[in-house]
């Protein structure tokens, strides 16, 4: 092929892909002129000439920004402004509750320790060593650094808290009955505390400090009608709840003045603030403790110690022994009672004591919180800046508090499963019972 032949071609070639491209725009230009007059015309003929399927599908509506819902908002604001006050207060409170519980539920909390690393902080737990409280209270201070003092009465006692194998939760050996055996025995605890310590070998002295005293009376008492409970019960629970905690912490008052030492005090508090019937014995020993913590406080206040007061309600002590209810977890045998009086009181203190138990308040199987709470809340209370003056802890100790100080005593009683009981049915045909238990008694004897 020749070079002309060649030149032909190529002029050939570039009009070939002229034609192409301009006949392709021709043919582009020619169908997007037939699409919109189709479109045109489909919009254009009357409804129902042609069918849905053959309209073109109308616009998606234009979702206008919310603009409407924030006018309608700000309107409703304006128009309402204390509930909106009242609803951001509530929420803003309850957030930083909230925030403030999960800090202090994380946050690790540690007794203050000399210079040269050993222990430092002191603190007495009065109460018996078979406690589960005082169990759990004294095996976690120590576990928290301080060094823990159970008052013990007896060689027994100091045996059972030397079985627990802590070198750091001691006895503390206190007879309040002995007088002279009490005051010999502080004068060595405040020497102790006073006189330099030396941790281990090498280690530079430092001196203990008195961190506090907890009291945790028994939390264990009688229930059931006054008539049945004999002078004798009222005379034990007032001598070793009230008289001995009284006398321990008057023998403590010297050594807690000179170290500007905290006192605890420990008290059920769900039977007191309800005060229901069949349980005068709590009662009468949680009030008689409360106003001799408040008549403390007074005092302790004007040399700037600090006394609180722990209402306790119920705890999950499986981990330390059985499950034990703080409050009253049996009562006496109505069986053994008089025939008159259990004629007037059985039927009720049996109601109230299945109404009690099937709401958690006097049953060994109820599940309370954990005692971590309690761990917690003592800790603060040792520790803190400013510590409050009343802590409730404990599953229904704040409820129930609040139902015994604001709902009549009445609608209580009812709650509790209380009915009145008519005289004329009871009295009928009990002289009988009586005589003859009488007899039998008399029998019995000689």
Same mark, same amino acid.
């Given at each position: 092929m020749?070079?002309?032949?060649?030149?032909?071609?190529?002029?050939?070639?570039?009009?070939?892909?002229?034609?192409?491209?301009?006949?392709?725009?021709?043919f582009?230009a020619?169908?997007?002129h037939?699409?919109?007059v189709?479109?045109y015309?489909k919009r254009?003929?009357?409804?129902?000439w042609?069918?849905e399927?053959a309209?073109?599908?109308?616009?998606?509506?234009?979702?206008?920004?919310?603009?409407?819902?924030i006018?309608?908002?700000?309107?409703?604001?304006?128009?309402?402004r204390a509930?909106?006050?009242?609803?951001?207060?509530?929420l803003a409170t309850g957030?930083?509750?909230?925030?403030r519980?999960?800090?202090k539920?994380?946050r690790?909390?540690?007794?203050?320790r000399?210079s040269?690393?050993?222990?430092?902080e002191v603190?007495?737990l009065?109460g018996?060593?078979?406690?589960?409280?005082?169990?759990?209270?004294?095996?976690d201070l120590?576990?928290?650094g301080?060094?823990?003092y159970i008052v013990? +009465?007896?060689?027994?006692e100091e &045996?059972?808290?030397?079985g627990?194998? =802590?070198?750091d939760?001691?006895p503390l050996?206190? @007879?309040?009955?002995?007088?002279?055996g009490t005051r010999?025995?502080?004068?060595?605890?405040?020497?102790?505390?006073?006189?330099?310590?030396?941790?281990?070998?090498?280690?530079?002295?430092h001196?203990?400090?008195?961190?506090g005293l907890?009291?945790?009376p028994?939390l264990?008492?009688?229930?059931?009608?006054i008539?049945?409970i004999?002078?004798?019960?009222y005379s034990d629970?007032?001598?070793?709840?009230?008289?001995?905690?009284i006398?321990?912490?008057?023998a403590?008052l010297?050594t807690?003045?000179?170290?500007?030492a905290?006192?605890?005090?420990?008290t059920?508090s769900?039977v007191?603030s309800?005060?229901?019937?069949f349980?005068?014995?709590?009662? +009468?020993?949680?009030s008689?403790? &409360?106003?001799?913590?408040?008549?403390? =406080?007074g005092?302790?206040?004007?040399?700037g110690? @600090?006394v609180?007061?722990?209402?306790?309600g119920t705890?999950d002590?499986?981990h330390?022994?059985?499950?034990?209810?703080l409050?009253t977890?049996?009562?006496?045998?109505?069986?053994?009672?008089?025939a008159?009086?259990?004629?007037?009181?059985a039927s009720n203190?049996?109601?109230?004591?299945r109404?009690a138990?099937t709401r958690?308040?006097l049953?060994a199987n109820s599940t309370g919180?954990?005692l971590?709470?309690?761990?917690?809340?003592?800790?603060?209370?040792?520790t803190q800046r400013?510590?409050r003056?009343v802590?409730?802890?404990?599953?229904g100790?704040?409820?129930?508090d609040?139902?015994?100080n604001?709902?009549p005593g009445?609608?209580?009683?009812w709650?509790m499963?209380?009915?009145?009981?008519?005289?004329?049915e009871?009295?009928?045909?009990?002289q009988?019972e009586?005589?003859a238990?009488?007899w039998?008694k008399v029998?019995?004897?000689?």
């Amino acid at each position: 092929m020749t070079a002309d032949d060649q030149h032909f071609l190529d002029v050939l070639a570039e009009y070939s892909q002229d034609i192409r491209k301009f006949t392709g725009n021709i043919f582009d230009a020619s169908d997007r002129h037939f699409q919109s007059v189709a479109g045109y015309i489909k919009r254009s003929v009357p409804e129902g000439w042609l069918p849905e399927y053959a309209r073109p599908a109308p616009p998606p509506p234009q979702r206008e920004v919310s603009g409407a819902y924030i006018d309608r908002l700000q309107e409703w604001v304006s128009r309402n402004r204390a509930l909106t006050a009242a609803v951001v207060a509530f929420l803003a409170t309850g957030g930083v509750l909230l925030w403030r519980e999960r800090n202090k539920s994380r946050r690790k909390r540690r007794a203050r320790r000399a210079s040269n690393g050993a222990r430092k902080e002191v603190v007495v737990l009065a109460g018996p060593p078979t406690s589960p409280l005082i169990k759990s209270l004294s095996l976690d201070l120590e576990r928290r650094g301080f060094i823990v003092y159970i008052v013990c +009465a007896d060689m027994e006692e100091e &045996q059972l808290v030397h079985g627990e194998s =802590r070198a750091d939760v001691r006895p503390l050996h206190l @007879d309040v009955a002995d007088v002279l055996g009490t005051r010999d025995a502080m004068e060595r605890f405040t020497n102790m505390l006073l006189k330099p310590h030396v941790a281990f070998a090498g280690a530079s002295p430092h001196n203990l400090h008195f961190r506090g005293l907890v009291l945790v009376p028994d939390l264990i008492y009688p229930s059931g009608p006054i008539e049945t409970i004999g002078p004798e019960l009222y005379s034990d629970a007032l001598n070793a709840k009230v008289l001995n905690t009284i006398a321990v912490t008057q023998a403590f008052l010297p050594t807690v003045s000179e170290f500007k030492a905290r006192v605890l005090m420990c008290t059920p508090s769900i039977v007191a603030s309800l005060q229901p019937p069949f349980h005068s014995v709590e009662t +009468a020993v949680v009030s008689a403790l &409360q106003g001799f913590t408040a008549s403390l =406080r007074g005092e302790l206040g004007t040399l700037g110690i @600090d006394v609180c007061q722990f209402k306790l309600g119920t705890f999950d002590c499986s981990h330390v022994g059985s499950k034990q209810h703080l409050q009253t977890t049996a009562g006496p045998n109505t069986v053994a009672w008089p025939a008159t009086t259990r004629k007037l009181y059985a039927s009720n203190f049996v109601n109230h004591s299945r109404v009690a138990q099937t709401r958690g308040l006097l049953t060994a199987n109820s599940t309370g919180s954990p005692l971590r709470e309690l761990h917690n809340a003592v800790f603060d209370a040792l520790t803190q800046r400013r510590p409050r003056r009343v802590w409730r802890v404990g599953r229904g100790s704040a409820t129930y508090d609040f139902v015994g100080n604001w709902v009549p005593g009445g609608l209580v009683g009812w709650m509790m499963g209380v009915k009145r009981v008519s005289l004329d049915e009871a009295k009928t045909e009990p002289q009988l019972e009586d005589a003859a238990q009488s007899w039998e008694k008399v029998g019995m004897a000689v």
